[in-house]
């Protein structure tokens, strides 16, 4: 088989890829999905309780008009609008987020301990190194204590001292003095902070429905079941494990970096592999706990909750059941609690055990009553050996190593983990970039959201 242009990976990179090729009036391209469906980490699943499950806590929220038009084009009013209700759970409480700006909830030792570390002169002055100075010189030591450094370690599985803080952007909420204090004094609650205080869900099949409708648009041009092999950047031809053999113009390469770089490649270099092998990521174990609701008492309007203790494996709750109704077998008389637990060499995890300590977090951390154990209906799991591409201090570096000599190749590496940077790897970003790249190849027009240099 020959073509122009051949993508690997069908998640919402390329598939966002491919829908813009095909409206550039470009036909000839191929997608290879190593799995029999499309999505991605994005996908959905239905359990066999009749529960549906996203991989992760996903949520649409949107930096561009074109990813904002092309939802529309897809879901059109089958998909509900949410104002973000998210909290932190600490000191046995539940503290609105962002925490920062939220202490008031703390019980008093801790609310002074975080208020205590704010104070003029308690806070290193000089540049940070890495992600862990940076927070304790932007949220002194009580925050760093009662929420940041804990919880970062859950979520990354990777001591923060070994993370870099270029990334974080819009996706921390940094603190005033003046408004922690403001908040505390005049008992009022600050929560609208962020990009994602509202969000769209789909009415129904999870966040996957949005990548099942836009792989239909696509049927022909994926070949399902067709995992990587081995790539000749020489030949310029990519063959699978099941057999098949593609040659072609240009590669899109969706699938993670280093597995390309250090793996698949065929002339890949020492500088290279050892590029590759800087890269760093965790892996996560999501659970879905689902079962029927008794009393009114068990609803609660949260989205989603974060746990930076210890008395939970998980480090976020999605009430996916608030997400859509359709995400439970019966609506609006079930719960479903979607638990993320991330592990990795600096945090490891007994994955047969981790059902059961999820339902015992569940517990300690009042989401599910004790007595309503036995009641559970389903217990969904799945694991991603790649969950999140960590922002280690070595990322950039190697990303400057890797990306030109693929680019030399004719190869290009975009999306969540085939660009590697998390701070454009939420799903607008990662449609964007698929869409950006085929724009590149088909006009010439500059790539603006995934950038290595």
Not at 80 to 100: G, M
Not at 204 to 229: C, K, S
Not at 326 to 333: H, K, Y
Request: proline share 5%; aromatic share 12%.
């Amino acid at each position: 088989m020959k073509k122009k242009y051949l993508i690997i990976g069908a998640g919402p990179t390329g598939l966002g890829a491919a829908h813009r090729l095909r409206e550039l009036g470009v036909d000839d391209f191929i997608v290879l999905e190593r799995h029999g469906h499309a999505g991605g980490l994005s996908a959905s699943f239905k359990d066999d309780k009749g529960f549906t499950w996203d991989i992760g806590g996903h949520v649409v929220f949107s930096h561009y008009e074109y990813f904002d038009a092309l939802l529309d084009s897809l879901l059109g009013d089958e998909r509900l609008e949410h104002e973000r209700e998210s909290w932190v759970r600490s000191c046995a409480t539940w503290v609105p987020y962002p925490f920062q700006n939220n202490i008031r909830h703390l019980p008093p030792q801790a609310r002074w301990e975080c208020v205590e570390g704010l104070l003029p002169g308690n806070r290193p002055e000089d540049a940070p190194a890495d992600f862990g100075q940076w927070i304790e010189r932007i949220f002194g030591a009580g925050i760093a204590k009662h929420f940041m450094n804990p919880y970062n370690f859950k979520v990354w599985a990777t001591p923060p001292k070994l993370m870099q803080f270029g990334w974080i952007g819009e996706r921390v909420s940094v603190v005033d003095l003046r408004r922690v204090l403001k908040n505390i004094i005049l008992e009022r609650d600050d929560i609208s902070w962020g990009p994602n205080n509202t969000f769209k869900f789909p009415l129904h099949g999870g966040t996957g429905e949005i990548f099942r409708r836009l792989a239909a648009r696509l049927d022909g041009f994926i070949e399902y079941g067709q995992e990587v092999a081995c790539i000749d950047a020489k030949a310029k031809s990519v063959t699978t494990k099941a057999g098949l053999t593609v040659e072609y113009e240009t590669l899109l390469n969706t699938a993670p970096l280093d597995i390309l770089a250090s793996r698949w490649l065929a002339d890949r270099d020492e500088a290279m592999v050892e590029a590759a092998g800087r890269l760093t990521h965790n892996s996560v174990h999501v659970a879905g706990v689902g079962l029927d609701i008794k009393s009114e008492a068990e609803r609660n309007p949260r989205c989603w909750m974060y746990f930076p203790e210890p008395d939970a494996p998980f480090y976020r709750v999605t009430n996916f059941h608030n997400y859509s109704p359709n995400n439970v077998a019966r609506p609006g008389q079930q719960l479903a609690f979607m638990c993320e637990t991330s592990y990795s060499a600096h945090k490891q995890e007994n994955l047969d055990e981790l059902m059961d300590r999820t339902i015992d977090g569940l517990v300690n951390t009042s989401l599910l009553d004790a007595a309503r154990v036995a009641d559970v209906l389903t217990r969904w799991e799945t694991t991603v050996d790649y969950g999140y591409p960590v922002p280690c201090l070595q990322r950039d570096s190697a990303l400057k190593a890797i990306q030109p000599r693929l680019e030399a190749r004719d190869i290009f590496s975009r999306g969540r983990f085939g660009g590697w940077k998390y701070e454009v790897g939420n799903m607008d970003h990662s449609v964007m970039q698929g869409v950006e790249w085929a724009q590149r190849m088909v006009t010439g027009a500059p790539e603006t959201t995934y950038r290595w240099e």
